[in-house]
């Protein structure tokens, strides 16, 4: 019997540390862009105020952010939060169904932009972008989001990020 009752918290043991570790796993960070990357895209209150602000009708997939949230603001949508963020969009059929594939996701500053869609890809689940514990470097960014329907009509929209 002695054996046995060794058994049960070693058991126990190896269980509790097969979750433990499943859900440091499940909380690893992502990193948006790195210190170096952000100093390259971090924008000054000037050049955000000198942003052109088309806002087009789009025929194709709406673009839905539902966390963090998005505030019209006369330099155009505004996402102002801490970081890590939780980044989670919503990708919704217009006409045609979403093209997943055809997702494009930049920091832009100028002429030098940063694609930031093989990070985020690994959180895409179905038409949704679900990505937790983001972080980025403090500062004001200019995101721009663009997606494809299946018969290539497609929606761009940009962001300006601001992080605490």
Sequence with gaps: MKSGSKFCPIMVCVLLGAIAFGYVQAQEPVIL??????GELRMSDKELQSLPRPRAVSLGPQILIKSPVVKNTEN?????SGSP???SVLFK?????VDMNSLDIKAKKGIFSKSLTERLKPYIQGTALEAKSVEIPEGKFRIEISIADK???KTVESYVLVVK
């Design 93 to 97: 059929d217009s006409r045609s169904p």
């Design 85 to 87: 963020l939780t980044f």
């Design 33 to 38: 862009f790195t210190p170096q990357e952000a």
């Design 76 to 80: 155009g949508p505004m996402i102002e």
């Design 151 to 153: 018969s290539g009509m």
